[in-house]
Every structure is written in structure tokens, then in C-alpha cells.
């Protein structure tokens, strides 16, 4: 089985952790999950009858953890930056993660921009057009997800393991359940196995 880190981007509160969870445990979380350092999380997703483990990071997002952030994307073969869109401080600090990575990683890496929050329309103030000319400008994927109503959270890491699975590279626990996503599956973790926080 392949396996490929994955790391999460972005600002403080824009849901990195609740899509990470959601996409691990099928859960959501309304108390606001502040992270410490990095969190690391595992599922495995089959694409095609080939099983693919992605080791997901969720960093922390705020300020005096940034000196500390590189050291997880570096060596990373994936990359998700996310902003809320209902904030639009979050989106130009998606817009610092993108530069920054540009100029700092050297390798390959699979780089995919993820507006988050989209269920709450009526606070929405970073528009779908301007999330997609900004993921353009970089020439990378774009997607909306919902971590509270579970939306496009699975599509997305499908995708994610579709694009390093075609790229130039080449512990599942007790399955709880399969969801599908086209012509891939993801089997979900029943306990808290691969699911562990790192406080640095």
C-alpha cells in the first residue's frame, strides 16, 4: 500500500482540524478545536481496487507556530490550503501559504486550495469566483467543502489521492464503513487509531 503525507494549511479557525475529522471520522465538532503544533491523522482511501494511506498533518494555524509550519511541509507530498468564506483575512493568508510554499518547496507537491465554511451562505464574503481566479493564478485544483454538512469533504481527498496516484511517484483500522466516491472507496477508522496529536 502507498503511502503519502498530507498537510493542512491555513489560518487559525478556518476548520483545517473539522475537515480533517470529518474526512477521518465521518464527524463534526461545534466547539472550536484549537490546535497545538500539528495534529496526525491516517485513512486510507481505494482507488481502482489499489489502496492508498494518506498520513494527514492538520497544522496549527496561529502566528507563533509559523516558524515551525515548513518544517511539515517540506517533506510533504500534498498540500491542502484552506481559508473560511466568511472571512477574508483567512483568504489572504491563503494567499501567504501559496506564495510561500512556491518559493520554498522544490519537489514535487500536489497543491489544492479549499474554501471552507460554505453552508453558512448568508456570512459568505470571499465569493466562489475569487477563490477559483486565485487558484488559477497559481494553476492549481480548487474546491468548496462544508466540514458542519459534510460536503465535497470526501471528494476532496479523493482527489487528493487521485492527483499524487497519476503524479511521478508512484494501519487502516477496523473498518466502521465504506463511502463512496465514484469509483473509490474510503474505509473509515472505528476506534481512535491513527489519529494521535503532537504538541511541539
Known sequence: MQSYKVVVLG??????TSISLRFVRDTFNHEHIQTIGAAYMTQTIVLG???TKLEIWDTAGQEIYHNIVPLYYRNARAALIVYDVTNRGSFGKASFWLNKIKEEVLGPLVL???????DLTTSRRVTTEEGEALAQSFGIPFMEVSAKASTNVTELF???AQLLKAGPV???AVTRGTVKAG???VTRNKTCCGYLYLVL
Open 11 to 16: 489560518d487559525g479557525t478556518v476548520g483545517k
Open 170 to 172: 508512484g494501519s487502516a
Open 112 to 118: 489544492i486550495l479549499v474554501g471552507n465554511k460554505i
Open 158 to 160: 479523493v482527489k487528493v
Open 183 to 185: 469509483d473509490s472507496s
Open 49 to 51: 481496487g489499489s489502496a
